[in-house]
């Protein structure tokens, strides 16, 4: 890849991937890791990117895969998220959001996933569903039962 | 299907259509029910606050890095040719066109 084309899909998408990777991992020293990773990858990467749209599901479908990896690699910190969930999952600097954020992070990964590119980016069930290799359906379900997971949560400690 | 005040929408079709996937049907029957109408504006509220969690910046430093990546990449290619230079077979070509030539000369220079 060159260098140019290097940093036109960093500064369109890095933001972006960012975010997505602190969804998904909840911690910003991981997110710091991953997402060189990712760039480590991109930059590696012989061929040339894909356009735009095409482009823009190839990065999520790659990062995604990162944090999948890096939690499938290092035992270690899959084991200090499930046991110190409290200190590994860091607020985010938005003052307004700790409250959903928090009842976000009681969530699968996967749902947290098709929330975010769902409701954040707005990609379209078919297109969450090509990025994660689940089946339209099963994408639609996993955010109904998502939301309706933060419904009930919200309604208990609102009462 | 139709709906009536005692036969309402799943919640799932409720949920579907908080995120805009609704038919006429189900519409006009959330505009007649308190019930599927305040689920339905539960739903679109956490959805909106979902929605509006600010992105965060990449910090500064993350940034740094990232880019000096594509000049590590730079210097460990020069590394690499200087060290795996002697398995490439174009290089062994020309050295050897190289060699033969220069054992000519020297050849043809002695009286």
Known sequence: MHEHEFKVIYHESGRNLYNFILWITGNRGVCDDILQE???????????????????????????NACLDFFRKSNRFARFRTKYKEEWYEPPTDPDAPFIWNELQQLAEVERSILFLHLKIGHSYKEIADMLELTENLVRVKAFRALKKLKETLVKKES | MSYTATQHPTEEALCACALHECDEELLKHIEQCAACSEYVEEIRTISHDIASIEDEPVPERL?????????????????????????????????????????????????
């Not at chain 1, 990712?38 to 012989?46: G, N, S």
């Not at chain 2, 594509?70 to 062994?92: C, D, G, H, M």
């Open chain 2, 63 to 111: 940034n740094a890095s990232i880019m000096a990546i594509t000049r590590a990449k730079e210097k460990s290619r020069v590394v690499t040719i200087l060290q795996t230079w002697y398995k490439n077979p174009f290089l062994i070509g020309i050295l050897t066109i190289a060699v033969i030539l220069l054992l000519y000369a020297l050849v043809m220079m002695i009286p």
């Open chain 1, 38 to 64: 990712v760039f480590i990858k991109i930059w590696r990467c012989e061929a040339s990117p894909p356009d735009t749209d095409e482009r823009r599901r190839w990065l999520l479908t790659i990062t995604r």
